[in-house]
């Protein structure tokens, strides 16, 4: 082998380098479907207030703190007009509260000191969240006939 010849590294490379930039491309363009139907919407805001309580979970049990997800709130919060009036009140007042622990956590990540979270009464969302919880799913109960779907997402690689 002499120096300009890069024998199996060549033809591997030849190989390795388009399945890279594929997998790159996917990470990087991968854009997310916007909500457009009621169901779409109740059940991307089920998603988030999951993921919340999980968090909400994790901070009380004294884990890091992760941000809240308020994404689907902020990007439906004016789409809402199918949901009761009930529900309405107690999603906005739970992810305004969500949106106010993310500022906490902000901040305190500016400060640098975790000290700062333990004051963060995250537990006072654990009810608040159940009860959209609730909501959300006997809503999607009584108008899709069928268990609640996460939102597709576009990629070149089905997702399980």
């Not at 909400?56 to 941000?67: C, M, V």
Request: net charge positive; with cysteine; hydrophobic share 40%.
């Amino acid at each position: 082998m002499d120096n300009g010849d890069l024998g199996n590294i060549g033809r591997n490379l030849i190989v390795l380098i388009p399945l890279i930039l594929l997998i790159l491309f996917q990470i990087f363009f991968k854009k997310r479907r916007k909500e457009g139907t009621p169901l779409e919407i109740a059940s991307s805001l089920l998603t988030d207030i999951s993921l919340n309580q999980q968090i909400a979970e994790e901070f009380i049990q004294g884990h890091p703190a992760k941000k809240f997800e308020t994404s689907s709130w902020q990007r439906n919060k004016n789409k809402l007009d199918f949901l009761d009036r009930e529900l309405l009140v107690t999603l906005e007042k739970t992810f305004n509260m969500a949106e106010e622990f993310n500022r906490e956590i902000n901040a305190a990540r500016r400060l640098k000191t975790l000290s700062y979270l333990v004051g963060i009464p995250a537990d006072k969302l654990k009810e608040p969240l159940t009860r959209c919880r609730q909501g959300l799913e006997q809503w999607l109960q009584s108008n899709s006939g069928q268990a609640p779907t996460t939102p597709k997402r576009r990629s070149f690689f089905p997702q399980k």
